[in-house]
């Protein structure tokens, strides 16, 4: 049944994580809670599994899925189940990655460019020794095969859950190397997304920001907010 805005009726009580061998599964009224794709949601570690118990138990009177952004991130990496595909994804970043790319002009931009991404390739060629090549322009150079078999091995062993949100997190940022110090907790979630607009602001501190532009960002800001969140909810501290 659903209410009067048309979203599903809340249709359960209480909700629960139980411990199973597969993982922390999330029961709605002791039923299991399902994915679209009609599977379990099933979390790889109890914190992500309470954080998305809590999701549910804030639910009102009619279901907000918008409400549920962690449930959402972790559903879609147990239906689509595209490992190797998502490791692929990260690693083929590598050549085109927005912190390798820098402006020719004007110098204050390209000056905060290097303030605000040479700090992320010293820490990858340090963390990971993947050393990138930077370039001026948009032509597109080649990147050391050595940083790229680095990286893969440090991503070996990697489940599904955790290569979706750092495919993710890819995405949103243009780069991997990015979407790797979220992971690894480098520098804090906000600072990471800073970087990742750097160009943006920019050009919306010299040209003006639109009420769209705005609006926008803030839209993508929350997304990687909770693909931050929840590869957090994934480490073991």
């Not at 549920?68 to 190797?84: M, R, V, W």
């Not at 905060?112 to 090549?133: H, I, M, N, S």
């Amino acid at each position: 049944m659903s209410g009067s805005s048309g979203a599903p009726s809340r249709f359960y009580q209480s909700v629960f994580v139980s411990h199973t061998p597969s993982g922390f599964e999330v029961l709605l009224d002791e039923r299991p809670l399902k994915t679209k794709g009609g599977n379990k949601l099933v979390a790889p570690t109890e914190k992500l599994a309470d954080a998305v118990r809590a999701e549910w138990e804030a639910q009102g009177e009619t279901i907000d899925l918008t409400a549920t952004p962690l449930t959402n991130l972790l559903a879609g990496a147990i239906d689509a189940d595209a490992a190797p595909q998502w490791h692929a994804d990260i690693i083929g970043y590598l050549k085109s990655d927005l912190l390798c790319y820098r402006a020719e002009a004007p110098a204050a931009l390209t000056e905060r460019q290097a303030d605000a991404w040479d700090e992320y390739l010293d820490w990858a060629r340090t963390e990971f020794g993947a050393a990138l090549v930077v370039t001026a322009g948009v032509m597109s150079v080649p990147q050391p095969d050595i940083a790229a078999k680095n990286i893969e091995a440090a991503l070996a062993g990697a489940d599904r859950e955790l290569l979706a949100g750092l495919r993710t997190a890819t995405a949103i940022t243009g780069s991997a190397i990015l979407a790797l110090a979220l992971w690894k907790r480098f520098r804090t979630p906000a600072k990471i997304f800073a970087a990742s607009i750097v160009d943006e602001s920019f050009q919306a501190e010299q040209w003006g920001d639109d009420a769209e532009a705005s609006a926008r960002r803030e839209l993508i800001e929350q997304e990687f907010n909770a693909v931050a969140r929840y590869l957090q909810l994934l480490g073991d501290d």
